[in-house]
Structures are given as C-alpha cells and as structure tokens.
C-alpha cells in the first residue's frame, strides 16, 4: 500500500514540474528542405538551437487553446483596446508600442556600430505569395528579452528588433522539434534575412509577442508571451559563418565538378 500511494505522489509531481504545451506558442526554427526541421544541437555556451549556415528562418506562432482552457483570441501586438508593449512591461522602449509580434536578432557585442548594422541588416517576411522587406524599428545594447539565455546577454550581445506582424489561425503548426507528434491551430511566417556588406560571426534569433487570452471568467488578459513554457530558449536559431573546413570541403567539390564536366565535354567532343 506504502508504494502505491509512492508511485501515485511521484506521478502527481512528475506531472506537476514538468507541464508543457504540446505546441510552443513561439518558436524559431531552420526548414531542412524535406518538410522538416533542422535539430535543435548544442555548440559552445549556446545550447538547444537550430544551428545555420543559410539566411532562411521559419516563426511559428500558435492560437490553439492552451492547456488552462484560455480562448487565444490574439498573437502579435496590441489587441484591440488592450495592453500595448510598454503598458505590459514599462522596461520596453515607448518604441515598442503599436508594432506586431518582435523578432530579436543578437549579433556579437560592439561587432559595428548600431545604426550602422540598422542600416544594413534586412529582413524579407514571405505571405501568401508576397513580400514584405523591413529593417529594425530599434537596436539597443539590452535584450529586453525575459528568457535569459546564450547568447542574450547584454554582455555578449548587441540587439536589434524587427516587427513581423501578427499571427492568424490559419494553418497547423507542428513543434519544431518533433513535428510528427501533432499540430496546433497557428501560422508559420518565413523569412530570410541580408547583411549588406556587414560579416558577422554569428547571428541569434528569437521571438516575442503579446498573447491575449479570454479567461474562463470572460476576462481579457494580454501577456507578453515569451517564457521557458510558451517560448522555450530550445525553440531558436543561430546563423553561424561556416567553418574553414568546410568551406575548402565545398571549394574543392566545386572545382572536381568542374574538372569532371571539362573532362566529359572533352570525351563528347572526341
């Protein structure tokens, strides 16, 4: 009886310390071309993100019912009559209101100057057929961002924040880290992003928006929804440069394609 009542409290606290959405709310992630998603890996201090060496993203956004049983009526921005960013959270800059759901991208701290970087970091968000550029409406050397982690870190870190727009119910949106088990009502917004003639090492990406639920109550609350359970810092991605090695890898494959179609065109001409 003693290991019954055991096993019963164990169940009762595994599932109380480890609740989880089946889908993330926001997530960042890397298509790998096969109607997948790139792993989530370590390298370094920064741990459980899609690494990358190409210049495309994908953002998932979810409206499904989370697991209180809360009614999403709203990802992105302001909701009708609601909270702005700063009415949420005064640490926000006043030049976070009247945006859309935030795409923060870290770059290596003191890398360019911010306007600079402003000036030539560009993103491209594919909708329905079209195309929207935009650069940063702010950069700042603080995140501002609430999940804490490599490498958003105002030491670490110089920041700039581009607004992508608000997330519909259009879709399903599968977790980027296991897409096969399951989806929830959302949209995935694509986008690919340029530099100019800047280089960085590294690029880091995450995402935050404002949430508003309709409690069981019929009360209205918006929150920003950017923590370990909606927005888990295992659900981004960094741009890397490649190695060296690889890139020599890629040079020398390159050129045997090339000498071996210069030896077939010479045969065929003989």
């Known amino acids: 009886m003693r290991g019954r009542i055991l096993f019963v409290i164990i169940a009762i606290w595994g599932c109380w310390v480890a609740p989880a959405l089946a889908v993330p709310t926001l997530q960042v992630g890397v298509s790998d071309g096969n109607g997948g998603y790139v792993d989530y890996t370590t390298m370094g201090p920064d741990e459980e993100t899609a690494f990358t060496t190409g210049t495309s993203i994908v953002v998932g956004g979810v409206l499904a019912n989370n697991e209180n049983k809360d009614s999403s009526l709203w990802l992105g921005g302001k909701y009708e009559?609601?909270?702005?960013?700063t009415d949420i959270n005064e640490q926000l800059p006043n030049a976070f209101d009247s945006h859309g759901a935030i795409l923060i991208a870290s770059v290596p701290d003191s890398s360019y100057n911010l306007e600079l970087i402003k000036e030539n970091f560009t993103i491209y968000i594919y909708i329905d057929n079209s195309t929207k550029s935009t650069t940063a409406f702010h950069y700042s050397?603080?995140?501002?961002?609430?999940?804490?982690?490599?490498p958003v870190k105002d030491d670490v870190a110089d920041f700039l924040y581009f607004d992508i727009g608000n997330f519909s119910a259009k879709e399903p949106v599968p977790d980027f880290t296991k897409p096969e088990e399951g989806n929830a009502l959302g949209e995935i917004k694509h986008i690919t992003f340029t530099f100019g003639t800047l280089k960085f090492a590294w690029v880091h990406f995450d995402v935050m928006a404002i949430q508003t639920d309709e409690r069981g109550n019929s009360q209205i609350v918006s929150t920003i929804a950017s923590t370990l359970m909606n927005n888990p810092g295992s659900h981004d991605v960094t741009y890397h440069v490649p190695e060296p090695g690889t890139l020599l890898l890629l040079g020398s494959g390159l050129i045997g394609s090339g000498l071996a179609g210069r030896v077939l065109g010479r045969r065929r001409k003989v």
Not at 81 to 85: A, I, R, S
């Open 81 to 85: 009559k609601g909270p702005d960013w």
């Open 141 to 150: 050397e603080n995140s501002y961002f609430p999940n804490v982690h490599y």
